[in-house]
């Protein structure tokens, strides 16, 4: 049994799961972390965040959650996710869209951390942990960069 606050709620794990992620989608309905390796934690999709940092959760067992405080894309308010889906589809950053939970959950953390400061070479080193295969990395750097500097681009409309 483990206990943990989930998005501002505090839940108890019961059943006997090989990692966070699955304890989470499975038990627990968060379906933002997504699968898409575990447990080798190399593509980042199942990023969440544990304690203020950004977590890759196929790589840490449930047990490991016990006491923590743990936030996913569902706890974001509404207002944050919005901006970033705007700033994501403004400038390209989003296609399929696997990946994209993971990379907002990090973005988050980065922003927060570093705010108007974070430098773009900082960005793409922690990104690295997240693997697209459908847009590159200039893109969702681009996003990730007017987050930061809290310039939402607007998205544009083909005429």
Partial sequence: MTTFELNG?????LGDHPHLLAALRDELGIL??????????????????????ARISCQLSAE????ATIQTLEGLDSEEI???GQAFAACGALQCGFCTPGIMIRTKVLVDKKGPELEREYA?????????RCTGYVKILDAVEALA???????????
Avoid at 9 to 13: A, D, L, M, P, S
Avoid at 37 to 44: I, L, M, V
Avoid at 124 to 132: S, T, V
């Fill in 9 to 13: 709620k505090e839940v108890t794990v």
């Fill in 32 to 53: 933002s972390a997504k699968d898409g390796c575990s447990p080798s934690g190399q593509c980042g999709c199942c990023t969440v965040i544990m304690d203020g940092k």
């Fill in 64 to 67: 490991r959650a016990n006491g």
């Fill in 82 to 84: 919005n901006k970033m």
């Fill in 124 to 132: 793409a080193r922690h990104l690295g942990a997240h693997l697209c």
């Fill in 149 to 159: 500097k809290g310039e939402i681009p607007e998205e544009e409309h083909g005429a």
